[in-house]
């Protein structure tokens, strides 16, 4: 009964954050896929070490557009279907692509690596990590909920697009169209 009533909570969240993402969409001179868009809407600013101990931030990123998502690299369900939903937009579009951990407690560079070599990501990538205190503001300004349970991370899946100028440009909730995010990456490029 606990694990329904927490998957409805956590259901409600994200029908939640759909709403405001919708809510705050402020529409955009061409038409995208995406569930919300924005013109000049400078996407929040983070820098985290990544997999290999390297400090990234989205301004180091600048000049290139970026994806960005929250993932556990633990899941068994929706995270690794995501994961592969990454590698079809990468194969028609070449962009980075940031993970901010949904696992704090369980994200280790060696879960990581293996999530991706699993996922067979071979485009350019950062697993941001940290504690966290250092990933709740940045859950917290993208609107990514995450609930901790015992054996399980519970968090909402979003996409981000991220433009070469820094903004914030689209965001889509999973599961999303891999051949729509890519057309809507290239419209923005």
């Known amino acids: 009964m606990k694990l329904i009533v927490l998957v409805a909570a956590l259901l409600g969240a994200c029908v939640g954050i759909g709403v405001a993402l919708a809510q705050r969409n402020t529409g955009t001179a061409t038409a995208l896929h995406a569930q919300a868009t924005w013109n000049d809407k400078p996407a929040p600013a983070f820098a985290l070490p990544d997999q290999l101990g390297r400090t990234v931030s989205l301004a180091s990123l600048r000049g290139h557009t970026v994806l960005l998502t929250f993932l556990d690299s633990r899941c068994h369900s929706e995270c690794p279907i995501e994961g592969a939903l990454l590698a079809k937009i990468e194969r028609r579009v070449h962009v980075p692509l940031v993970v901010v951990s949904a696992d704090p407690w369980g994200d280790a560079a060696w879960s990581v690596h293996a999530f991706a070599q699993k996922e067979r990501w071979s485009f350019d990538w950062h697993w ?62």
């Open 128 to 189: 941001l990590l940290g504690t966290p205190a250092q990933l709740r503001p940045v859950w917290r300004s993208y609107s990514i909920a995450v609930k901790r349970k015992p054996g399980d991370v519970l968090h909402t899946l979003a996409l981000y697009v991220i433009d070469k100028r820094g903004d914030q440009r689209a965001a889509y909730l999973f599961p999303f169209v891999p051949t729509q995010v890519a057309a809507d990456i290239r419209t923005l490029s």
